[in-house]
């Protein structure tokens, strides 16, 4: 399998600088389970896109501190991608930013949570499975840190999870559509430097509740090998 990671994360603060960029991270997700595949990275964020899609097998977009209703040209040029990407069938996995531009790119609605920030370690409410993630647990612990939501699914979108205060933190269309709101690339040393570098943002109770979260492991082998086999499935569709 050849993937293309579209990079949709701003972040350019220092904080950024110490860390792996998103593209190292989500080769990482899908290296570990499926070492041989291979990937490439496109910074669409900078506007680089990828100009031949029928080089890849499928594409993964990364999340992002920026929103998806932005307006910015760089993300109206990855809706018009999305659109132009499901109608070629091309599989597509998105997660937290990249959930929710599939959505709006193909029908569906983005909001502001109505509870807030979330951040930490979340539990997520398995409702669908598709044969790709058959062995998730009823109750898939990811991490993450958003300030939105997909609040309306596209036509033919089916939810595949919920968590507190969000419906839809997880949808599929058909067999090449696959999200999460989460972060399953995040590792645990990300998420905790993530977090304290976050405490003025979150305030002091989420932050508090977030640090208590992270004593807990997130299930990232298992959703890491749920979207390798939703790759290889529709590979075979």
Known sequence: MHLAILMTNTDESAFSAHHPKDGEKFADLIHMVRPDWTVEVFAVKDGAFPENLSRFD????????????????????????????????????????????????????????????????????????????RDLPDAVGLYGSHTEQVTALPEGAVPLSRSEGCPVSGFAIGQTVYTTQHHPEMTPAFIAALTEKMV?????????????SLTEPADRAAFAESVARFFEQAARS
């Open 58 to 133: 499928g594409a993964m977009i990364t999340g992002s501190p920026a929103s998806v209703r932005s307006g910015a040209a760089w993300t109206e040029q990855l809706l018009e991608l999305i659109r132009a990407m499901h109608a070629a069938r091309l599989p597509l996995f998105g997660a937290c930013f990249g959930h929710q531009a599939i959505a709006l790119a193909l029908g569906g609605a983005v909001g502001h949570n109505p509870g807030g920030s979330v951040h930490g370690l979340i539990r997520n409410e398995t409702l669908a499975r598709p044969n790709w993630a």
């Open 200 to 212: 003025g943002d979150l305030g002091p109770d989420l932050a508090a509740r977030a640090r208590a």
